[in-house]
Structure formats: structure tokens, C-alpha cells
């Protein structure tokens, strides 16, 4: 029967430590409820007073909860009350899509944070095939499967449909 050595004991405590640490940060990273199917309630439309609890500047940025809040905040009235232009509190431009291109189920796809002139985003995903890149807090884009859809780097750049 082996006996452990010091040597090794301390080689094992570091691994799981190590563990530990790169899971916890993956899990502060990437939140456990993106690829979770969310299905719009129509009966919570007209409750919601306010799409953003907080103001969100050219410069800050959402933590993934908060941004999950308000897109779904923001797909429930533009879906039910077929209604795009959002409130004083978040209203961003959707170009390249309308309310018939959104659908009653989705998921979030992804999250990324500020950078230099670059706003946080949101990347969410419907049922029916359609991206949303919520660029916060400037505008929502729609991206196409097949290209992709980064926010802009300065805001005075807008999209122009094709």
C-alpha cells in the first residue's frame, strides 16, 4: 500500500484547488441559464412598466442577469403588444427585422462585454431561425446565420438595409 508523500498531497491540493477556481469562474463567465428555452407570456406584457430597472450609458454595461432581464423584457412587448420601439428606459433601433420575425420561444446564445467604443451585447436566438444581437444600449440587430453580427465600434455608424 502507497502512502501518499507530502510532495504528492500538496501536488493534489493544488489541482483541485485549481479546479475549483476555473470552475467557478466559468460559471461567473458563462451563467448557467443561457441555452435555456425561454417562452414569452403575453399575460406579462402590459405588467411590465419599465424595460431597464437601471440606465444603461453608451459606455456601461450590463452583467448577463441584467441584460437577460431586459431582452426579455423587451422581446415580451415587442412580441405580444407588436410594438419594436421599447421605452425611455431601453429603446434600440431593430434594423433588418419586425415583430413577425420574432416567435414565442428562444434561447440566449450568448453574452459579451464592453470593450473600447464597443457596447456589451447580447446574442439571442428564436425558434423560428431568427438571431437578435442586442447592442446595449444603442440598438438591436438582426444577424444571419451564415455571417457575423458584431455591435458597432462607434455609435455614430448605423447599419443601412441592403
Known amino acids: 500500500m502507497n502512502k501518499l508523500t507530502p510532495i504528492s498531497m500538496i501536488r493534489i491540493l493544488t489541482l483541485v484547488i485549481t479546479l475549483g477556481l476555473i470552475y467557478f469562474l466559468l460559471r461567473f463567465a458563462f451563467p448557467v441559464n443561457f441555452l435555456k428555452t425561454h417562452i414569452v407570456d403575453c399575460n406579462q406584457a402590459h405588467k411590465i412598466t419599465k424595460i431597464s430597472d437601471n440606465f444603461?450609458?453608451?459606455?456601461?454595461?450590463?452583467s448577463p442577469n441584467e441584460a437577460e432581464i431586459i431582452a426579455q423584457?423587451?422581446?415580451?412587448?415587442?412580441?405580444?403588444?407588436n410594438d419594436l420601439k421599447g421605452d425611455?428606459?431601453?429603446?434600440?433601433?431593430?434594423?433588418?427585422?419586425?415583430?413577425?420575425?420574432?416567435?414565442?420561444?428562444?434561447?440566449?446564445?450568448?453574452?459579451?462585454?464592453?470593450?473600447?467604443?464597443?457596447?456589451?451585447?447580447?446574442?439571442?436566438?428564436?425558434?423560428?431561425?431568427?438571431?437578435?444581437?442586442?447592442?446595449?444600449?444603442?440598438?438591436?440587430?438582426?444577424?444571419?446565420?451564415?455571417?457575423?453580427?458584431?455591435?458597432?465600434?462607434?455609435?455614430?455608424?448605423?447599419?443601412?438595409?441592403?
Open 73 to 81: 423584457r423587451y422581446i415580451t412587448k415587442a412580441f405580444c403588444l
Open 88 to 162: 425611455n428606459s431601453f429603446s434600440p433601433k431593430p434594423y433588418f427585422f419586425n415583430v413577425s420575425n420574432l416567435s414565442s420561444k428562444y434561447q440566449i446564445i450568448g453574452y459579451h462585454g464592453a470593450g473600447l467604443r464597443s457596447p456589451g451585447s447580447l446574442r439571442v436566438k428564436f425558434d423560428n431561425g431568427t438571431l437578435l444581437n442586442f447592442c446595449f444600449s444603442r440598438m438591436v440587430i438582426n444577424c444571419n446565420q451564415a455571417q457575423e453580427c458584431d455591435c458597432p465600434y462607434d455609435f455614430n455608424w448605423e447599419p443601412k438595409p441592403k
Open 56 to 62: 444603461l450609458s453608451a459606455i456601461g454595461d450590463p
